[in-house]
C-alpha cells in the first residue's frame, strides 16, 4: 500500500530523495524538517541523516508495487530538484512515474531555475503534474519558469501564504493551491489575500483549491472560506489514467 497522506489535496506519498535546506523566506517553519528530526529520534531507517539531502535508491520502485491508482504527492519530505539530488537520479523517478503510468504523481519545487534547466532531459508524460510554490510576491518569477517545462498539468502552491498576491499571472496554469501556515511560530495569513486569489482564478477559470486557514490551533481554524469549500481539482480526462 502507497503511504496514504493527511495532506488534502493528495492521497499518498512517495519520498525518494528526503531532507532539504531553506531557500526562501517560506522554509522559515519547515513542517518537514520537524519532522524529518522527529522521525531521526524515533530512528526510522530513511532519516538517519535527520534533513541532510539524502536520496534513496531502495525507494524508488515503491510506486511499481501499488497496484490501486492513487494520486501521489513526490517528495513531500524535500525537494526533488535541490542541487545535491543529481540529475541522473531525477531522471530514475521520472523512469518509474512514466512505468507506473496508473498513478497521478505531483511534484512541488521552489528552486524553478534547476527545473528550467533539467526539464528538456525528462520525460513528462501526462501523469505527471509539476507546481511550483510561490509564497510572496518576491517568488512570482517561479511561475515563469514553470511555464517553460512540457508538464501537461501546471500547478501553483500559494502555501504558506505571506502576503497579498494581486498580479497573479495565471496563463497556462491548470490549478491553484492556497494555504497558511500551520504549526511553532506559524505566520498569519489575511482572509483578503485568499478572497483575491480566489477571484483571480475564476475569472481565469483556474481551478482553486483552498488548503486551510492554519496557524497554532490549525483544525480550529479548519479550511471553509466564506462559507464553503473550496475543493477544486484539475480538469485531467479519466483516460489519461491507465487503472
Known amino acids: 500500500m502507497a503511504s496514504r497522506s493527511l495532506i488534502e489535496w493528495t492521497e499518498a506519498t ?34 538517519v541523516n535527520g534533513f541532510r539531502v539524502t536520496t534513496h535508491e531502495d525507494s524508488l520502485d515503491l510506486p511499481l508495487r501499488w497496484k490501486s491508482s492513487q494520486v501521489v504527492f513526490v517528495n513531500s519530505m524535500g525537494d526533488l530538484f535541490h542541487q545535491n539530488v543529481s540529475a541522473p537520479f531525477i531522471q530514475k523517478v521520472f523512469s518509474v512515474m512514466n512505468r507506473a503510468a ?16 533539467l526539464a ?27 511555464r517553460r517545462t512540457k508538464a501537461k498539468i501546471k500547478f501553483l502552491s500559494l502555501e504558506p501564504l505571506l502576503g497579498p498576491l494581486p498580479d497573479l499571472d495565471l496563463r497556462g496554469i491548470d490549478w491553484v493551491i ?26 481565469s477559470n483556474v481551478p482553486f483549491f483552498f488548503k486551510q486557514w492554519g496557524g497554532t490551533r490549525k483544525k480550529k481554524a479548519g479550511r471553509m472560506l466564506e462559507g464553503r469549500y473550496w475543493d477544486e481539482m484539475p480538469r485531467v480526462p479519466e483516460n489519461n489514467i491507465q487503472s
Open 178 to 203: 492556497v494555504g497558511g501556515e500551520s504549526g511553532p511560530g506559524a505566520r498569519p495569513i489575511q482572509k483578503e489575500w485568499v478572497i483575491e486569489i480566489r477571484n483571480q482564478c475564476l475569472k
Open 120 to 146: 528538456p532531459e525528462l520525460d513528462w508524460a501526462e501523469n505527471i503534474w509539476m507546481g511550483v510554490t510561490v509564497e510572496s510576491a518576491e517568488n512570482l518569477y517561479r511561475i515563469a519558469d514553470l
Open 102 to 117: 496508473w498513478h497521478r504523481y505531483q511534484i512541488l519545487t521552489k528552486r524553478s531555475g534547476r527545473l528550467t534547466q
Open 14 to 47: 512517495w519520498n525518494p530523495v528526503t531532507g532539504c535546506t531553506k531557500i526562501s523566506v517560506g522554509c522559515k517553519n519547515c513542517y518537514a524538517e520537524r519532522m524529518a528530526l522527529r522521525l531521526k529520534a524515533m530512528g526510522q531507517r530513511n532519516y
